[in-house]
């Protein structure tokens, strides 16, 4: 599956726009859909479930790709004791990998964003890559050196450090 | 808090399916993130978490 930068850049836009109406809308959806997975798309409540798999399977029925759909969980109840981050299974790879939606703010650089991440055990940190580094307006120049470089494709590749950065997912 | 990688690909060296490749590749939640969750990964139950007691 081929995703244009500009198709990824609006994608990034249109999850923003749903995050933020989630957050506005927070306690009317809450007491309305309360214990089940709602999906957003553009700002509207298009499908809900308490069965994730299901309201997979509603969001395709409504033609909707589930790449373009936000999903959030509704709960008057905060999980206190356990914490669950909800991620998904990106099918734009093959096979399919696990993925996760997260904010990741950098304070001292004002950079802040919304992207995904894939769950990658074979990583032994956090990394951003070049189509994020785009998206968030990371400046190599504001960052420090790796004192190594790593492997990627093609062989090494440059590596900088981004200090300090939160990586905020919803639970 | 977190330090986090920056990669930066010289595309100058990739062909332009690895330059493809590389620009609709997302970044990476490592393990110094997830050693502190329980990984929770079921394809056939449509099924992610990263779990944390």
Known sequence: ?171 | MLDVLVLKYDFSRLSSEEIRRMLTTPSLLGRDVMRKFKLIYSEAKEYVALERN
Do not use: C
């Open chain 1, 1 to 171: 599956m081929v995703i244009a930068l500009s198709e990824v850049s609006a994608l990034f836009e249109e999850h923003e726009r749903n995050s933020r109406w989630f957050e506005e809308n927070y306690e009317r959806l809450v007491e309305k859909y309360d214990g089940m997975f709602i999906a957003i798309y553009k700002q509207e409540i298009v499908a809900f479930d308490e069965d994730p798999g299901k309201l997979r399977e509603k969001i395709l029925a409504k033609g909707l790709s589930p790449m373009t759909v936000m999903i959030e969980y509704a709960s008057k109840k905060p999980l206190e004791f356990i914490m669950i981050i909800r991620g998904f299974i990106d099918r734009s790879f093959s096979p399919p990998a696990p993925a996760v939606k997260a904010f990741i703010s950098i304070e001292k650089l004002k950079v802040k964003g919304y992207i995904k991440f894939l769950l990658d055990t074979g990583a032994s940190a956090t990394a951003i890559l070049d189509r994020d580094r785009e998206l968030l307006g990371l400046r190599i120049d504001e960052l420090e050196k790796a004192p190594t470089r790593i492997g990627g494709v093609g062989g090494l590749v440059d590596t900088y450090i981004a200090r300090d950065a939160e990586i905020i997912s919803k639970t």
